[in-house]
């Protein structure tokens, strides 16, 4: 039962047993149970988001990517105008840095509350709220008439601007088996590179037309507007436990009998516990499971790099190179070019592979521990990339050297990301949202404070040492897929948010 329940990726309910949070299988097909009250899909059950159409699965995947594509769009759209505000606001340039930095932070805060609410309440009602709040502060970054109040929306857009980076992908794997949810991903990773890679350029060339700088704010005003219209027309709920409540409720009302029920009805939650579920779910599946914990930490200065390199770009580029700002945005060019290529190695080459191990592991689900081959693959070269960009860095040297290294810096963030996405979500598939969340909010604050003292140091070390200094860093941190390979089948075996029995001995074969 557990195994196949795994295989269909299956939604998981949290129970409370003998004072312990334990995470139990939920039964959300067919009910075989020995309680025949208990509301469950019936097989082919339109109401079950996994059997939505395929077309319609598509789109809610891109409809996904769309909203991490605006939230990390927004993140770096300012960083040209950093100079601007210097002058006009009278900011030194590492406050001007805080436009950048602190919207990432409000990534921070935003999935500790989101990811959770979502597991509560559904995903769609969350989607709405927050997104509409989201473009709300959008326009009071366009009307600011002062520093404070342009880094305060900054940060609050942030926070907003974070649900659908902690349940987008959780939606996903509300809609997508295991054998084909690989490929979805990969198409929805993208979102989170081209985002941040784009930002630049639109701004870039706005700050060369000589616009107001507050064209970026009513631009972005505008696209997290139509992204919310998306949200309330086009996206249903999708969360399986939530659609199986108002299942209940309307047979229930259909019936006259009040003892039809869903599983997550039978969650007798005081107030307080739902906070700590909500607030404190996150923290613990971060600091209690080391699995987490070691994908999450390589994941952040990974994303912290990501980030670090909207500073770095401009010394080696517009200051080294003279480019305008409008060129020097087209220097983040190869970042999107190498994760899509990055998508069409996953999809043509990883994940036909993925699917001939769902074969040979059937009826038992593939251990969580094969996704993480394609980091493995990925690790050495995102390290050589830094190296690339390091010695290509002199003024003496084209700019087509140091500018193609973030080619390959793109094609194995992608891939590396891809993996343990989906290594998070196969592990922590009951959780999914919460653990997405726990690794969203360290993640931000890699990408809140490397900006930070990114300028000073490519200044000090030069651009040479200190981007050698990451690829050694990168380095260091680069065996950590290949211990959790090793060594994640004990370690979930000792987990009670990862619930899968211990693979057969030659399930990683």
């Known amino acids: 039962m557990l195994n196949s329940l795994r295989h269909s990726t299956s939604t998981f309910i949290q129970v409370e047993e003998n004072k312990k949070e334990d995470i139990l299988p939920g039964t959300l097909e067919h009910n075989s149970s ?7 899909f019936d097989p082919d059950d339109p109401a079950n988001p996994k059997n939505l159409s395929v077309p319609r699965k598509w789109y809610l995947t891109v409809a996904a990517g769309l909203l991490v594509l ?19 606001f009278g900011l030194s340039e590492e406050v001007g840095t805080l436009t950048v930095s602190l919207f990432v932070c409000g990534y921070c ?21 927050s997104f509409f709040i989201y473009t709300c502060f959008q326009v009071g970054c366009a009307l600011s008439q002062n520093t404070a109040s342009i880094l305060a929306f900054r940060f609050l857009g942030g926070a907003f601007a974070a649900a659908p980076l902690a349940n987008s992908a959780a939606l996903i794997s509300d809609i997508w088996d295991a054998k084909r949810r690989g490929t979805a991903l990969a198409i929805f990773t993208v979102a989170p590179f081209a985002g941040p890679a784009i930002g630049p350029i639109l701004a870039g060339y706005l700050v060369v037309a000589g616009v107001s700088w507050r064209w970026v704010f009513w631009i972005l005003t505008f696209f997290s507007g ?6 309330v027309f086009t996206m249903p709920e999708t969360y399986a436990p939530v659609l199986l409540v108002k299942k209940a409720e309307e047979i229930r009302k259909r019936t006259g009998d009040e003892k039809y029920h869903a599983a997550m009805e039978l969650q007798h939650l005081s107030f307080a516990q739902r906070i700590e579920s909500i607030l404190a779910r996150p923290f613990k599946i971060l600091f209690t499971e080391p699995m987490m914990f070691a994908v999450t930490l390589y994941m952040s200065f990974v994303y912290g790099c990501l980030y670090l390199l909207f500073e770095a770009y401009p010394v080696v580029f517009t200051q080294g190179h003279n480019l305008n700002a409008g ?8 970042l999107p070019v190498g994760g899509s290529i990055a998508v069409a190695t996953y999809i043509f080459f990883f994940n036909p592979s993925y699917e001939r ?36 860095s002199y003024s003496s040297i084209s700019i087509w050297a140091p500018m193609m290294s973030g080619a390959l810096l ?7 990301f891809l993996s343990q996405f989906n290594y998070i979500i196969d592990s922590y598939l009951s959780v999914a949202a919460s653990a997405l969340a726990a690794n969203t909010v360290v993640r931000s604050l890699f990408g809140a404070a490397f900006p930070l003292f990114a300028t000073q140091m490519y200044d000090r070390l030069g651009p040479q040492w200190a981007s050698t200094l990451l690829g050694f860093i990168a380095l260091i941190l680069m065996p950590t897929p290949f211990v959790l390979s090793k060594y994640g089948p004990i370690l979930r075996i000792k987990s009670k948010y990862a619930p899968s029995r211990p693979p057969p001995s030659n399930s990683l074969a």
Do not use: H
Not at 226 to 231: H, N, S, T, Y
Not at 364 to 370: H, K, Q
């Open 34 to 40: 020995a309680d025949p009250y208990l509301v469950c």
């Open 70 to 88: 605006n939230a990390t769009f927004a993140s770096t759209a300012p960083s040209p105008l950093i100079p601007i505000f210097t002058q006009e």
């Open 109 to 129: 805060v935003g999935p500790l509350i989101w990811g959770p609410l979502s597991e509560q309440y559904g995903r769609r009602p969350i989607f709405i709220i």
């Open 226 to 231: 139509i992204c919310w219209l998306m949200i």
């Open 327 to 334: 060129v020097s945005g087209l220097m983040f060019l190869p």
């Open 357 to 392: 191990k769902v074969k040979e592991c059937a009826p038992n689900p593939v251990p969580p521990e094969y996704r993480l081959r394609v980091a493995m693959i990925a690790a050495p070269p995102f390290a050589i990339s830094f190296f690339w960009f390091a010695w290509t």
């Open 410 to 416: 793109g094609w194995s963030i992608c891939l590396k």
